[in-house]
């Protein structure tokens, strides 16, 4: 059985510690933002698929690319019964693929979907669905957006319950109405699938759109550059970043917000921390690293093992915690490690192995393995981890 931990918001770190990752990248600061989007639910009629009967297939070829429109001359064509051509014709129009105009037969829309796509579309049922819109652009979200662990607010407030690390989220707001037209241009692609609407949903209607809030992140780099985080996978979200360049109100958002002089924010932060004495030293990333000696670190310490190597927010700016003991780093490093296995989109050994050369380099230290992690659970008796760890498939 599969094991899985979910945060009900994605937490701004992993966000951070993956920018930072990025080679040639230099992540200055991160914004966190209820991304605008409409969420419109549509009710359709939904058409099951279903493969064509080898007679029926070849009328409606017949009919579609021959331009054979009476039941007279396609017996004759395909050499069969008229009575048989006839009952096929009949079950064709019955399921709304054919018209028929006294003698003259001809495709109904449906039908030349069905011969377009190579199945019998058959309707099956009324279904409803939600669709989400990017609300600065219109643009419709891809699919995979609509994972059900990815939280969609309804509102622009966010509580303190549903962060797990206190970031404060911050609305942008867009003021265009909402045009059932987004919904009806989605329906005339042919790529609708690939943006939650099957092609098996047809005559859409009852249009009901309400205002609706993704959680992002949007990191500003060195030379301008924006990148843009959502819970929809452990990296970035490319439909996001493609409408940050669109979207000037993000840049102003950006902006508007004053540069602080780091060293001194963290200076700050460090004497109120209570860590004790740390040096402020630059990291490889560009950004700042306070260096920690291993007793802030662990059970004795006031910090978690698995913080080393990782980051501290405040006021937009992120700050990596360090330590310059190489075992503890490596023991935080299989600490980590083994926490990403409960990430859900972290399901397959090789989801877990692909992420650990990079959190290696992360924590500088030797390479990790799924023995070696194994060894570290086994050794520290981390059951649970252990059974994370065998979860995977």
């Known amino acids: 059985m599969r094991i899985v931990a979910r945060h009900v918001i994605y937490p701004a770190r992993r966000a951070v510690e ?3 990752s990025r080679p040639g990248t230099h992540p200055l600061r991160l914004f966190a933002v209820l991304w605008p989007m409409w969420q419109v ?4 009629d939904l058409y099951e698929e279903q493969a064509y009967e080898v007679i029926d297939r070849y009328l409606i070829r017949a009919i579609a690319d021959g331009g054979i429109t009476t039941p007279s001359e396609l017996s004759g064509f395909f050499g069969l019964d ?10 064709l129009t019955v399921i709304g693929h054919l018209w028929a105009d006294g003698e003259r037969v001809g495709l109904t829309d449906l039908g030349v979907r069905s011969h377009r796509d190579g199945v019998r579309y058959a309707l099956r049922k009324e279904s409803r669905r939600k ?6 652009t219109g643009r419709p979200l891809p699919r995979s957006h609509y994972d059900g662990s990815i939280r969609v607010l309804d509102t622009p407030t966010v509580s303190k319950e549903e962060v797990a690390d206190g970031t404060l989220f911050r609305p942008l707001f867009a003021p265009a109405a909402f045009d059932e037209r987004l919904v009806l241009e989605l329906a005339a692609r042919r790529d609708r699938a690939a943006y939650n609407l099957p092609a098996q949903l047809r005559e859409i209607r009852d249009l009901r759109p309400q205002d609706a809030y993704l959680p992002s992140y949007v990191i500003e780099t060195a030379g301008g550059g924006l990148m843009g985080y959502t819970a929809v996978a452990g990296e970035r979200d490319t439909f996001l970043e493609e409408v940050l360049a669109l979207v000037p109100e993000a840049r102003a958002r950006v902006e508007a917000e004053t540069r602080l002089d780091e060293r001194r924010l963290w200076q700050e932060w460090l004497a109120d921390s209570g860590l004790g004495h740390g040096s402020l030293q630059r990291a490889p990333y ?3 690293r306070v260096v920690l ?3 802030a670190y662990g059970r004795s310490g006031k910090l978690p093992l698995s913080r080393v190597g990782s980051f501290q927010l405040r006021r937009n700016h992120f700050l990596q915690l360090w330590c310059q003991d190489g075992r503890l ?3 935080a490093a299989c600490e980590r490690a083994l926490g990403m296995a409960r990430q859900r989109e972290v399901r397959t050994q090789a989801d877990l192995v692909r ?3 990079a959190l290696a380099a992360q924590l500088e230290t030797d390479g990790l393995t799924l023995a070696s992690l194994r060894g570290y659970a086994e050794q520290n008796d981390l059951r649970e981890r252990l059974a994370h760890l065998d979860a995977l498939e």
């Open 18 to 20: 993956d920018a930072v």
């Open 41 to 44: 639910e549509v009710t359709a």
């Open 82 to 91: 008229p009575s048989l051509v006839e009952r096929c014709l009949h079950f």
């Open 131 to 136: 669709l989400l819109f990017e609300r600065f």
């Open 286 to 288: 560009g950004g700042w």
């Open 293 to 295: 000696p291993a007793k």
């Open 329 to 331: 780093r490596r023991s």
């Open 355 to 357: 992420r650990l050369d």
